[in-house]
């Protein structure tokens, strides 16, 4: 059984930082490509990072390049973002994403809050 669990989320002033991880269960996590999403309040859920299976490609959406990082521990099943410099904008419930074939797997998701 696929579980994807993220942790990290919280309240945090602008400029803050936060770091974010997923721990995956129930499937071979160095064979998959790993994914955060996003999605802000009222709005639609948006790709933020990728990260290949080996951790050796990553990308991001624009309005978070230079400001996250995300990296991965396959030894521990892990994919962290680091998120630096936050926004207002950057508040939403972010979720850890698997696509494994055709199949969609999602983690609970972990809420991001930027606010003064």
């Known amino acids: 059984q696929v579980q994807l669990v993220e942790s990290g989320g919280g309240l945090v002033q602008p400029g803050g930082s936060l770091t974010l991880s997923c721990t995956a269960s129930?499937?071979?996590?160095?064979?998959?490509?790993m994914r955060w999403y996003r999605r802000p309040p009222g709005k639609a859920r948006e790709l933020v990072a990728y990260i290949s299976s080996a951790g050796d490609k990553t990308d991001f959406v624009d309005s978070v390049k230079g400001r996250f990082a995300i990296s991965r521990d396959n030894a521990k099943n892990t994919v962290t973002l680091q998120m630096n410099s936050l926004k207002p904008e950057d508040t939403a419930t972010y979720f850890c994403h698997s696509l494994q074939n055709t199949q969609n797997y999602w983690g609970q998701g972990t809420l991001v809050f930027v606010s003064s």
């Open positions: 129930g499937f071979d996590f160095a064979s998959y490509a």
